[in-house]
């Protein structure tokens, strides 16, 4: 099987979210078990300047509507995966990857330069994942344009939606200004008084998948989906929900040269160490008290709203925060207050900082996600394989993979209704078992013992792949 994933950002290369760790990950895993993997990503101004060893394939035009722009075509072999990347330096050669004005400009182009470049690659993929707004419009125009060319027949298109907040809303004068849609193709693209680029592919694609089994059927519900309910609904026999994996060779507490100590399910001795390192770097006493750790964007969806409403209170308790994030001013500035009034306990770095996360992700004892939303989240995963137990409410990919410690299954603590007293409740939950050293010892073991390897996901994808090629 031959697949080719489109996506916008794709680690090691680009990164601003779970999306690259995704693309990053998710086609090795595929590749590992059999299968011809590709990745497609534009060609940033940060990739080109620091990434060595790319072959140049072709220089193409792509239509932007009425206009004809150069694509260049590169290509890098990593990993037993393929790389391309799409080189424009007026559409990509920016500091940054998202933000700009002419967004939807800079995507359209994308899109159709990735269908464009399938002629040049040397072999037509049978599978064509596309990942999120930014991709949208490639099953849109595989349909409208492509489906019935030579060389293209026989495609199967599948769209995984990472988060449905983000649809690439625009107004109507963009269809025929810089997607060169006819106007008798409209309807694909048009919802609710504008140019829904989500909309597009969840009308087109063959297949839609989310991030996450809950997820699935959580965007079914207006409180989820804004806005989509209605077209989701109309499409939920496309609809499947597969939960994302973690890199185990980064994050693997037995090798992680990012941490003080290593330490595995079997033996433990190293997490002590790197609680003790956590301790020192972010200048805490250690005095037995836990120490729950937050890695995280500060905006609203990820629950930093119940944090801030009692965050004294858990404070003052006998607790210890070790935060980094960054997002929303006014958030920066709550959790900057509360490392300045409470010096002793709270310990806060604003910004993307890889190497804390992993000191946090090994050192803590506990990990907050009171997310409103959460199509899977990482972070959860990450945490229980360093055997720091996760605190999260029951929402999405959260509700997949954290089991409520209330029995002998359980592999951290949980709360359903989005609340500041539940999420306290939570935590003193938490903070009881915490006490009770061979309880947690435990709890700690259940946690790293649970896989959430990109392997297991990889079967399911491909599983899913084949059932669309045959079906």
């Given amino acids: 099987m031959k697949i080719l994933f489109a996506a916008s950002e794709a680690v090691p290369f680009a990164a601003s979210g779970g999306l690259a760790d995704v693309a990053g990950s998710l086609p090795k895993a595929i590749a590992a078990k059999g299968h011809s993997c590709a990745v497609v990503i534009p060609l940033y101004k940060s990739i080109a300047e620091s990434c060595s060893g790319m072959e140049f394939v072709k220089n193409i035009t792509v239509d932007v509507s009425w206009r004809k722009q150069y694509c260049g075509i590169f290509r890098l072999e990593r990993d037993g995966v393929t790389y ?3 080189d424009n330096e007026y559409y990509f050669s ?32 049978d599978i064509l994942c596309c990942n999120d707004w930014q991709t949208a419009l490639i099953p849109v125009y595989y349909n409208v344009y492509y489906r019935y060319q030579q060389g ?12 449905i907040e983000y649809q690439g809303k625009y107004g109507k004068e963009v269809l025929n200004e810089l997607m060169g849609i006819p106007s008798y193709n409209a309807g694909l693209l048009e919802y609710d008084g504008a140019i829904n680029m989500l909309k597009g592919a969840i ?34 026999y496309k609809l499947k929900g597969i939960l994302n994996g973690i890199d ?9 040269p990012n941490i003080a100590g290593h330490f595995s399910a079997e033996d433990m001795k190293g997490k002590a160490k790197c609680r ?9 006493e250690d005095n037995g008290e836990p120490v729950i750790g937050i890695v995280t964007r500060f905006v609203k969806h990820k629950g930093i709203d119940l944090i801030r409403s009692v965050f004294e209170e858990i404070v003052r308790s006998g607790v210890k925060f070790a935060v980094l994030g960054s997002g929303d001013r006014m958030y920066e500035d709550f959790f900057v207050e509360m490392a300045r009034r409470y010096p002793e306990r709270v310990a806060v770095s604003v910004g993307f900082i890889p190497e804390l996360s992993h000191k946090i992700y090994a050192g803590a004892d506990m990990f907050l996600m009171p997310s409103q939303s959460e199509p899977c989240g990482l972070a959860q995963m990450i945490s229980m394989r360093y055997g720091t137990i996760p605190i999260v409410r029951e929402t999405g990919g959260l509700r997949d993979t954290v089991r409520d410690n209330g029995g002998t299954e359980g592999n951290g603590f949980t709360f359903k209704t989005y609340h500041a007293m539940d999420m306290l409740d939570a935590i003193w939950r938490a903070k009881q078992t915490y006490t009770d050293k061979k309880a947690w010892s435990a709890l700690m073991e259940r946690a790293m013992k649970c896989d959430y390897s990109w392997s297991s996901s990889a079967d399911i994808y491909i599983e899913t792949f084949a059932d669309l090629i045959n079906g």
């Fill in 276 to 284: 003790q390192m956590l301790h020192d770097s972010l200048g805490f």
């Fill in 84 to 86: 391309y990347f799409i």
């Fill in 248 to 256: 185990t060779e980064v994050y693997d507490p037995q090798t992680d």
């Fill in 94 to 125: 920016r500091d940054g990857m998202y933000g700009f004005y002419d967004d939807c400009e800079r995507f359209v182009f994308f899109d159709r330069a990735v269908l464009e470049m399938i002629r040049y690659i040397g072999e037509k993929p």
């Fill in 203 to 236: 009308e087109c694609a063959d297949r839609l998948i989310t991030v996450s089994p809950s997820y699935a059927w959580e965007i079914l519900d207006p409180w989820y989906a804004h806005g989509l309910d209605r077209i989701l609904v109309t499409n939920q």
């Fill in 152 to 163: 293209y027949d026989k495609i199967k298109t599948a769209f995984t939606i990472h988060n």
